[in-house]
């Protein structure tokens, strides 16, 4: 037999033989055909109350019920024909109000017969009538096998270890249920909604970032802060949880369980918002509860306050409680919300007292709203200004009340010249100068030598 060189026989090189152990093995990785399902968005409305006054369908069939207690996949809509795939909690027969807590197509409503679908190829995806692909979970040949609902509200969509490839815990909108988290590298903020009607994104988020977590308002474009943990990392994870505080978990503590990626400085103090210190250490704790939380979760309203909501089965009724409040009577001075007073009003120990106007303070009402100018067309001389004694600006703990030292009439002038300044605070003592680009709720404070200037024509 002749001899030859090892080199003269053909050989499958590695990378082809990798690339067909894959393609094997995401062969055989599908859903088992009688795990799939087609749902169709059509039939009768549930006639149980639930939150934003909505319409809802529950989302079932022969192979699936989506439902763990106390959690359930429906759609629902506030508006007619269109709906929102979403996941609420509470159970109808309590006669208590059901909440919505999570949800996929916000900002792209579907219509009726829109539908849901879980193919063996692992994809999970919801289209509308005509078939336009409206949201998806984007795990076609990724090796899953399952779909599941979890104790915790978490929708997983997992591999046949049971390891998962898609969960809803990773993509918040508005909500945080226990044991959901917002990351620096992922999804990293919560956005309210626009209003209880309009389901899409409103102008107030809570967003994780280098330097904290904070809250922030969309003036036409700008951020603004008004509130949140700022000031000092939390690290790249932030985690609300409910954590029992003995044995019998007959208490739990709310808390956002923060990863601090080195440990982070003292956090500044908030001067005169701040009625609770945030902790050190792993945990900002939010709230003691002396009964079982495990069912809560934390929103972003649209009003822009960040609320906590628990719900307690072992009640008769009312099982739903706002566990906590950012801006309320126990953390942060309510009067600092802008949205407190409307779109306009002068706020003290936590009530509308005033709306402030050119004529004096009037009586406060929903129809309070900041002085209407002209187009910005120029100068120091073409603004006219009406004070207001002892108020202060939402921005004024966040911007460190603003620039100075300055003469008042200099920050009269600033304020003159820009055309998105509605007013500034003037600080007597320190002279400092903060221009307001949002007015929104003034705080009434006795102890400031803060004024307040508001710009408007005659």
């Known amino acids: 037999m002749a001899y030859r ?3 003269q026989f053909p050989l499958i090189p590695t990378l082809l033989i990798s690339l067909l152990f894959t393609t094997i093995t995401t062969t055989l990785a ?26 809802y369908r529950v989302i079932r069939n022969n192979v699936y019920t989506f439902y763990t207690f106390p959690f359930r ?6 508006t007619p024909d269109s709906f929102v795939f979403a996941m609420r909690a509470g159970i109808p027969n309590d006669e208590s109000l059901m909440r919505w807590v999570w949800d996929a197509n916000r900002n792209d409503p579907v219509g009726e017969n829109a539908t849901l679908s879980f193919g063996e190829d692992g994809n999970f995806v919801l289209a509308d009538f005509d078939g336009r692909l409206v949201w ?53 903020k919560l956005v309210s909604r626009t209003s209880d009607v309009d389901g899409s994104d409103g102008k107030y988020s809570l967003v994780l970032e280098d330097n904290g977590f904070n809250m922030y308002i969309n003036n036409s474009g700008d951020l603004l802060v008004y509130g949140g943990w700022g000031g000092r990392s939390l690290g790249s994870i932030v985690t609300f949880d409910a954590v029992p505080e003995n044995d019998n978990a007959t208490a739990f ?38 009964y079982n939380a495990t069912y809560s979760f934390l929103r972003l309203g649209s009003d822009g306050n960040l609320r906590a909501y628990t719900y307690y089965d072992q009640v008769s009724y009312l099982k739903w409680e706002e566990s906590f409040a950012f801006f309320s009577s126990y953390f942060i001075r309510e009067c600092a919300l802008p949205s407190k007073c409307g779109k306009y009003g002068l706020c003290e120990r936590g009530m509308c007292v005033a709306c402030p106007s ?62 998105k300044c509605l007013g500034f605070i003037y600080k ?7 221009l307001m680009p949002l007015l929104g709720t003034l705080i009434k404070d006795v102890n400031t030598t803060s004024v307040g200037y508001v710009k408007y024509s005659k």
């Open 136 to 188: 998806q979970t984007n795990t076609a040949n990724k090796g899953v096998t399952g779909i599941k609902l979890l104790p915790n509200g978490n929708l997983v969509l997992f591999d046949k270890n049971g390891a998962f490839v898609w969960q809803s815990f990773d993509h918040p909108s508005d909500t945080l249920m226990v044991g959901m988290s917002v990351r620096i590298n992922g999804r990293n």
């Open 5 to 7: 060189h090892p080199h």
């Open 428 to 434: 007597e003592d320190t002279f400092k100068c903060l």
């Open 30 to 55: 599908k859903v088992p055909p009688n795990q799939t399902f087609h749902f169709v968005n059509q039939g009768e409305f549930g006639d149980r109350i639930i939150e934003y006054d909505a319409g």
């Open 73 to 78: 996949l429906c759609f629902y809509n506030t």
């Open 358 to 419: 050119p004529k004096g303070l009037l009586g406060w009402s929903d129809s309070c709203a900041p002085p209407q100018l002209p187009p910005c067309k120029g100068g120091a001389k073409a603004a006219q200004y009406y004070k207001i004694v002892g108020v202060e600006n939402f921005l004024n703990p966040y911007l460190d009340d603003g620039e100075g030292p300055v003469k008042v009439g200099e920050c009269r002038d600033k304020c003159s010249r820009d055309c």
């Open 253 to 290: 503590e709310l808390v956002l369980t923060v990863n601090q990626d080195p440990p982070p400085p003292a956090p500044p103090s908030r001067r005169r918002l701040l009625q609770r210190k945030v902790q050190g250490g792993s945990q900002i704790n939010l709230n003691k509860l002396n």
